[in-house]
């Protein structure tokens, strides 16, 4: 069975006993000129197709020209755990399966990895049709290095749990990548520049592909002022990463930051000292004598 059968052909029934076929397909993010040539054909071909919105896929089909012939189902976060079984059960039997989400490639960020690591556990093929990515994106528009990077996804909505979240990360020196809701812009970057610093650059990156796409440049503090007026559309937000310290470069007030974090992310105070010795280049006791130091200041404040 292969995967890039000419549209308009048959597709080639499975041989008795032959597990199915899942295939991911990456649909547009924005622009619908963005569809990968082989997404009309799969949707076509699909003997199941599992969507996020079954009414976002009669307007993707209707888009492209193209009409489906086998069964569609949703698959949404809300039923993914109950439908997987259903899914799998369908691919066992050889059929194909196509999953689509409503923008972007299934499983980041969205539904997909149940069902792929189902899939998987069953020995069956799995495969993908490449398509946009908002990750991607607006990795290669921020103008941050994109040569390492890692993607974070949404943060917490909680505010605690989001500064939790970001500390956890305050000094990865990789690009970071995160999805958030325009509503929320705001307080997340209020939250980035608490943790990172104000002066992290960082891009907003808004309605990617669409009419109105805008790319915001800066500190994080300035984007955070810039957010607090209202910001519409769908968001990725795109960070620099920690710089790597030099010689010298990291003074005691931070040293005893750095520790603070790691222990309020649950790391014993021994652990989290060699921990920050080790990332600042500085000797274990340099850094043992300035958390003792903090503390005994503190203990003086009346």
């Known amino acids: 069975m292969t995967t890039d059968q000419p549209r308009g052909t048959e597709p080639v029934p499975p041989a008795p006993g032959e597990a199915g076929v899942l295939v991911l397909a990456g649909t547009p993010i924005g622009d619908l000129a963005d569809a990968p040539p082989r997404l009309g054909a799969e949707l076509e071909r ?17 888009g492209l020209g193209v009409h489906t012939t086998g069964r ?21 039997a050889g059929k194909r399966v196509l999953l689509v989400t409503d923008a ?5 960020s969205d539904p997909g990895y149940r069902l792929v690591a189902a899939a998987v556990e069953k020995d069956i093929k799995v495969t993908a049709v490449p398509g946009p990515s908002a990750v991607l994106t607006a990795l290669a528009l921020s103008g941050l290095p994109v040569d390492r990077f890692c993607f974070e996804g949404f943060l917490p909505r909680k505010a605690g749990e989001r500064l939790g979240r970001l500390r956890e990360v305050a000094e990865e020196r990789r690009t970071l990548v995160y999805f958030e809701a325009p509503h929320r812009l705001d307080d997340t970057l209020a939250a980035m520049a608490e943790v990172f610093g104000a002066g992290r650059r960082a891009a907003v990156c808004r309605e990617l592909t669409k009419t109105y796409e805008e790319v915001k440049r800066g500190g994080l503090g300035e984007l955070a002022a810039w957010a607090a007026e209202g910001v519409r559309g769908e968001i990725t937000v795109v960070v620099e990463g920690a710089a790597a310290p030099g010689p010298g470069d990291v003074d005691a007030e931070e040293l005893v930051r750095r520790v603070r974090t790691r222990e309020e992310a649950g790391e014993r105070r021994k652990e989290a000292i060699a921990a920050v010795a080790a990332e600042a280049g500085v000797p274990k006791r340099e850094v ?3 958390v003792v130091a903090a503390k005994n200041a503190a203990q003086k404040v009346p």
């Open 46 to 62: 699909a003997d199941v197709v599992a969507a996020e919105d079954t009414r976002r896929l009669r307007r993707l089909t209707q």
């Open 72 to 92: 569609v189902l949703s698959y949404f976060e809300g039923n993914e755990s109950a439908r997987t079984p259903e899914l799998v059960e369908a691919l066992e």
């Open 104 to 108: 972007g490639m299934p499983s980041v």
């Open 288 to 290: 043992f004598d300035a």
